[in-house]
């Protein structure tokens, strides 16, 4: 065993790349059995199925948190805070669009399949949802105006 | 009236073996990595302790300047130990850290802690730990280089090596360790478990150094 040539920088990285190209594929095949076998239960089955996904998807994950961690330089005090703040961004601009997409879909599929046009039906959460993701800003821009506005205090 | 032979011989001896002790004090560190038993070092803990004197034995020489600064004169023998008996204890002692220490029983002690992960595991514990100090332990000689690398040998090397480890730690460890916690994140998030911490942690990971330039910039 040559251990002139073993460096712990190189078993760390190595580890983390078996981990993300070999491990987690693998595993996202478990959670979409796992996500199968819960649909079949009637129960939560999303965070299996989303977990699987993400699961395929570590390096470009990975890819995603390096472009929101190099948004400023290195040694600039703000950079974890503008790291967030583009996560933050990221997520309500282009994951909650797709999600109100799919949520419009949820809700034509209830219209179309149980042919129930009622409030308690579930076809108007799907459509609140997506109405509710398409304006996360505005409702941060909601939120504070009315704080702006208690500033005063009660008088 | 001159220093004895024999006590610069001893005194010869003892810097001689500071690379010894030093190889033996990553060994202990790397022990420590699994002993504190989880996934963070503790400051004041067992690793960072064998590091920290890892680092001292290794630049033990360019510390013992600060003496000639604050005035007293420290006359560090040269030319070897004339002493056959001493340079034997010397050679004999230095041998068996390299031969039977570092090139034998660290890789069998990696083994042991590769097979305490996987019991760790079936206890229902963390198995990256383990994994984490049989690497440690494997890596021990190219960790040994790479502080050698880091001696400045002026009088400060001391705390050279201890920066440059810093930024060795913050610029190569740390984003390989920010994926690692990202998996942790999705494999929490695919198991129900708490896993905003976690994306938070490798954001951070990913961005120590702005974070130290902020916390000096509050100061």
Known sequence: ?155 | MGTPQLLNDVISVLLLLAPSAAMLSLVLAGVSLRREGTLTFAIGGGFTKWMFWAVVFLTLQPLLSWFTSFGVAVPLPSGGITTSWLANFQSDVSQFVSNFVVRHLVPTLAAYFLLRAVLDAASGQHPLPSILAAMFLLGTQTTYSLLQSYNTGTQYATVDVLDSLWNHLVGTIMPIAAVLALVGAILNFATRKPFLRLVAVSLAMLTVSAIWKLLTSMM
């Open chain 1, 1 to 155: 065993m040559n251990l002139g040539n073993m460096s712990f920088d190189n078993g760390v990285l190595h580890l983390t790349n078996w981990l993300g190209n070999v491990i987690m594929p693998t595993l996202a095949a478990a959670f979409i059995i796992i996500a199968i076998l819960q649909f079949s239960k009637g129960k939560e089955f999303a965070h299996s199925m989303y977990g699987a996904l993400a699961c395929l998807m570590v390096s470009g994950l990975t890819r995603a948190f390096e472009t929101f961690a190099s948004q400023a330089a290195w040694n600039n005090p703000d950079l974890y805070w503008i790291s967030l703040v583009t996560l933050i961004n990221w997520f309500a601009n282009v994951i909650l669009p797709v999600y109100a997409a799919s949520q419009v879909a949820a809700m034509a599929l209830r219209l179309g399949v149980f042919s129930l046009v009622h409030p308690t039906s579930g076809w108007l959460r799907h459509f609140v949802t997506a109405a509710l993701c398409l304006m996360v800003s505005g409702l941060l821009r909601l939120a504070e105006f009315f704080v702006t506005q208690g500033t005063g205090g009660v008088t």
